[in-house]
């Protein structure tokens, strides 16, 4: 019966394109063909799963979520409605991670706290380039027009802030401010790491969060200049709707789950949709995840930012993963083999 249902489901119209299908290779799988899949924690899955499936309006997915409030299964669950799609675009799968960054600051300037967290400036036309970090810092052109949100303690620490899009600022009084990304200058971002490796200061795999911090801790003038090299600068809204044991909002305004959410590049993955992620590299790993964000560098039907958690030790976690693999969307059935080439 329940298999009627799902081959019945999957009969609902419409399936919207996304724009990088049309030069993907599909592979329709099967759920044998996934490495470790019996062994995965399924429920922990459906429950990240269930975090943003009531904003999938599409009448493909709005059945699906509906059963998925009442399963008992979960693996029963996703093997009835889903058929996992291998999507490839010819580039080679990489998979990172990122984390919520949490720094010490206060509302006010003062003694420690001297580096401007910034809201969104009403000039600033989303989609365009704007000043670049250099003329922001340089120049002071976001000073005196009540756009600070915060003060911080440090300054690697608070472009890593930028770079995560998110974080928490921990005050004196021991209460927090929760930040969400607001919009960037639309400058492209460059790599802190690699210019330190560009210059011979250290090999690729010695760089990290933490060494670049003591880098510029040990080198003042220099590291005020390594701080420049990223043209990118990213504001932020401050968040008061988001219990604190819960993640950060990510691409569908909804919290994310360590070790379960995933940013995607939309153009090829659906956001909101299980994905299989089978990790190689160092602390392998095959897990059910879900699409639920996305990340101005995560391009290509084969790359993905897993989130870790939040604080400094997810963000050292974070920061040892860089790793080849595979990841496989589930989507609905008749979805699914309307991608194939034999669909």
């Known amino acids: 019966m329940l298999r009627m249902l799902a081959f019945g489901l999957a009969m609902f119209a419409g399936i919207p394109a996304q724009a990088g299908l049309d030069r993907a290779e599909i592979t329709l799988l099967t759920f044998d063909q996934l490495q470790?899949?019996?062994?995965?924690?399924?429920?922990?899955?459906?429950?990240?799963?269930?975090?943003?499936?009531?904003d999938l309006d599409d009448p493909e997915w709005r059945p699906i979520c509906n059963l998925a409030k009442t399963q008992e299964n979960a693996r029963t669950f996703f093997e009835l409605f889903f058929v996992p799609v291998l999507i490839e675009d010819g580039k080679p799968p990489l998979f990172t991670a990122y984390f919520e960054p949490v720094l010490r600051g206060s509302r006010r300037q003062g003694g420690r706290y001297q580096y401007p967290v910034y809201g969104f400036?009403?000039?600033?036309?989303?989609?365009?380039?704007?000043?670049?970090?250099?003329?922001i810092v340089e120049g002071n052109i976001l000073a005196g027009r009540g756009l600070?949100?915060?003060?911080?303690?440090?300054?690697?620490?608070?472009q890593f802030l930028q770079i995560q899009g998110s974080g928490r600022i921990l005050l004196?009084?021991?209460s927090s401010i929760r930040l969400g990304y607001a919009g960037s200058n639309g400058r492209r971002f460059r790599s802190l790491g690699d210019e330190l490796v560009r210059q011979g200061i250290y090999n690729r795999h010695q760089v990290s969060a933490t060494v670049i911090s003591n880098w510029v801790k040990r080198n003042p003038t220099a590291g005020a200049k390594l701080l420049l090299h990223n043209p990118s600068f990213v504001f932020f809204r401050e968040i008061g709707q988001v219990p604190s044991d819960r993640g950060p909002l990510g691409a569908m305004n909804r919290s994310i789950t360590a070790q379960r959410s995933l940013a995607v590049d939309p153009a090829f993955?659906?956001?909101?949709?299980?994905?299989?992620?089978?990790?190689?590299?160092?602390n392998p790993f095959s897990r059910l995840m879900v699409a639920q964000d996305t990340g101005s560098r995560?391009?290509?039907?084969?790359?993905?930012?897993?989130?870790?958690?939040?604080?400094?030790?997810?963000?050292?976690?974070?920061?040892?993963?860089?790793?080849?693999?595979r990841m496989v969307v589930l989507l609905p059935i008749q979805r699914a083999y309307a991608l194939s080439p034999e669909g």
Do not use: M
């Not at 470790?36 to 009531?54: I, Q, R, V």
């Not at 993955?269 to 160092?282: I, Q």
């Open 36 to 54: 470790g899949w019996p062994a995965d924690n399924h429920a922990a899955a459906l429950d990240a799963f269930l975090g943003t499936c009531a």
């Open 298 to 325: 995560i391009k290509g039907a084969q790359r993905a930012d897993i989130f870790i958690g939040t604080g400094d030790d997810a963000g050292r976690r974070a920061g040892q993963i860089s790793d080849p693999g």
């Open 121 to 135: 400036p009403s000039d600033l036309q989303r989609g365009t380039e704007w000043h670049t970090r250099r003329q």
């Open 172 to 174: 004196p009084s021991g």
């Open 148 to 158: 600070e949100i915060a003060w911080v303690d440090d300054p690697v620490a608070l």
């Open 269 to 282: 993955t659906p956001l909101g949709a299980p994905v299989w992620l089978e990790k190689a590299g160092a």
